[in-house]
RNA sequence: GCCGGGGUGGCCGAGUGGCGAGGCAGCGGACUGCAGAUCCGCCUCACGGGGGUUCAAAUCCCUCCCCCGGCUCCA
């Protein structure tokens, strides 16, 4: 049974879809106006394990993860760097995506643009106004805040202790804000019944995740800093426009990465990019560590920390290797490994188990450190090859929910060349030979050799293991 | 100020009443042609301060202190 924390109610739930042939979720995803950050990749993540766990437990998953292509902070740049803005959206949104590519994070089924729904946008602010829930000033068009009973729902604020949103003229209320923004001189625009303009922040996610994934839905969810004012905004917008409360069942929100005392947030200055955090160490040792907190954890950034937690994770990819070098044997099993298999079980189910309570991933990982723990002093030095597999089977389900160890279990395929296999298994039986003989020399040679094609060798009590490395 | 989340051993990080999760680092051993990997032992009563409830509290209650986020663009 799954349960999953929801900001809305404040409380874990168990999890339900609303539609049980379907899970339908929305990610709010970057404004493309500078690079990715580890910040960013480290929400990006958490929802990708939240969609790998429900693909695992057998949901159908629509993934949509929208792009917000056009807002000041793009046009500023835009003026900055004299060229077009849509220059700058592309820019970035190629680097969003690369940045999820290299962390393992699965594609979303579509990455609908703001600029690309204009008319939805539309069509859903002139129902707003026709409703009473919103209504135009000198070309801007507001929601008025007051109207909708609920608003402090999500956030638990109340409406009198909130600051003015966006400036603008001609407000009811300070607090409401622009569904509709009117385009100032030398600004791109669209035309709309309220004059040319553009979208306002919030309203491009009523609209777009209405349209791909109906009026309600099961998830939604960012970085805990949207809690406020987004998120609380797209409620009040998209349960007065499409009258279904609870628009979205479960809202998650995700801790955020801190740099020292502040968050790590391109206002601040202090970000770390995916880009240069990937070129560093390797991209699963970063999703790793990204996910060695819990999702809904604040966690302050540190380059020591995330050595060490990449040292933990070096040591379950030896361990898998080795496991998967045991596997292959075909000996007689020394003595029973029916209470070696049942251990594992154990430790599978405590895995799952972790994962279904709010998805907690460190506790999860713990599990893993256990089930190296049992396979490097149990499993291996017995040579339990039918343990061995089952072990490989619980790490694969890690590969399949966590996304990290990337490295040892894709392109299996290309890697059951069964001539190739005995053709290295022979150059490691003769090296076996000239050791025995203490002829180092042909023995390096050849380890040496195959280490350069990217078979790795470890030479243990009384044989060599090995394996083929990724890169 | 208001709302939300926190403060756990050198570090990271689980744990919401009952035998001290797990990892990393460090130290000492074992194994070993080299290398890598691995194993064993040690670090064997840590839970922000102070009160209280209880046979029993990191865990519940009260109180104080400190940190972060939100209340402005933000994942």
Redesign the pocket.
């Known amino acids: 049974m799954f349960k999953i924390y929801n900001?809305l109610t404040?409380r874990k739930e168990v999890f339900k879809p609303l539609n049980r042939s379907l899970v339908r979720m929305y990610v709010?995803?970057?404004?493309v106006y500078?690079k990715t950050?580890i910040?960013?990749a480290?929400?990006?993540v958490a929802f990708d394990v939240l969609r790998r766990y429900l693909e695992f437990k057998g949901y159908n998953v629509l993934k949509v993860v929208n792009i917000?292509d056009i807002?000041?902070?793009i046009i500023r740049k835009s003026i900055e760097l004299k060229v077009d803005y849509r220059e700058i959206a592309d820019k970035y949104c190629k680097d969003f995506m690369e940045a999820c590519e290299k962390l393992n994070i699965k594609r979303a089924h579509i990455y609908p643009k703001a600029t690309e729904h204009i008319e939805e946008i539309i069509n859903i602010i002139k129902e707003l106004i026709e409703k009473g829930y919103a209504y135009e000033s000198d070309g801007n068009v507001y929601f008025d805040v007051k109207k909708f009973k609920d608003y402090g729902k999500l956030?638990?604020?109340?409406v009198e202790?909130?600051?003015?949103?966006?400036e603008g003229v001609g407000k009811r209320n300070p607090?409401d804000?622009a569904l509709w923004k009117k385009a100032k001189p030398m600004e791109p625009y669209w035309d709309s019944p309220w004059g040319p303009g553009r979208p306002g922040?919030h309203i491009e996610c009523s609209a777009m995740s209405s349209k791909y994934l109906g009026k309600q839905f099961d998830i939604h969810?960012?970085?805990?800093?949207?809690?406020?004012?987004?998120h609380e905004n797209e409620i009040a917008q998209s349960e007065a426009c499409f009258n279904k409360t609870p628009w979205v069942k479960y809202w998650i929100?995700?801790?955020?990465?801190?740099m020292g005392?502040?968050?790590?947030?391109?206002?601040y200055g202090n970000i770390i990019t995916v880009e240069e955090i990937t070129s560093k160490y390797s991209p699963m040792k970063v999703r790793f560590y990204l996910i060695?907190?819990?999702y809904?954890?604040?966690?302050?950034f540190?380059e020591?920390?995330l050595?060490?937690?990449g040292?933990?994770y070096?040591?379950i990819l030896?361990?898998i290797s080795?496991l998967k070098s045991i596997s292959t044997i075909d000996v007689k099993v020394k003595d029973s490994s029916l209470k070696r298999i049942m251990n594992i079980g154990r430790i599978r189910r405590r895995f799952l188990e972790?994962l279904d309570?709010?998805l907690?991933?460190?506790?999860a990982?713990?599990?893993?450190?256990?089930l190296?723990?049992f396979?490097?002093?149990e499993i291996?030095?017995n040579e339990d090859y039918p343990a061995a597999r089952i072990a490989l089977k619980v790490y694969e389900d890690a590969y399949r929910i966590l996304g990290v160890f990337k490295e040892v279990f894709e392109e299996e395929e290309v890697r059951e060349d069964k001539k190739l296999y005995e053709l290295v298994n022979l150059l490691v039986t003769v090296?076996q030979i000239h050791?025995s003989r203490?002829e180092?020399?042909v023995?390096?040679l050849i380890?040496r050799g195959l280490r350069s094609l990217g078979i790795?060798?470890?030479?243990?009590?009384d044989k060599t293991?090995w394996w083929f490395k990724s890169t």
């Open positions: 900001t404040s709010c995803g970057p404004t500078d950050h910040g960013h480290k929400a990006y917000t807002d000041d902070k956030s638990k604020i109340n202790q909130v600051k003015p949103q966006d607090q804000f922040w969810g960012g970085g805990e800093d949207l809690i406020f004012p987004h929100h995700v801790g955020l990465l801190m005392k502040d968050k790590m947030s391109k206002s060695s907190g819990h809904r954890s604040q966690m302050v540190q020591e920390n050595e060490a937690t040292a933990a070096e040591r030896n361990t080795t972790a309570d709010d907690n991933t460190p506790k990982i713990a599990e893993l450190h256990s190296t723990n396979a490097n002093d291996i030095p090296r050791r203490r180092w020399e023995a390096d380890a790795e060798l470890s030479d243990q009590k293991i």
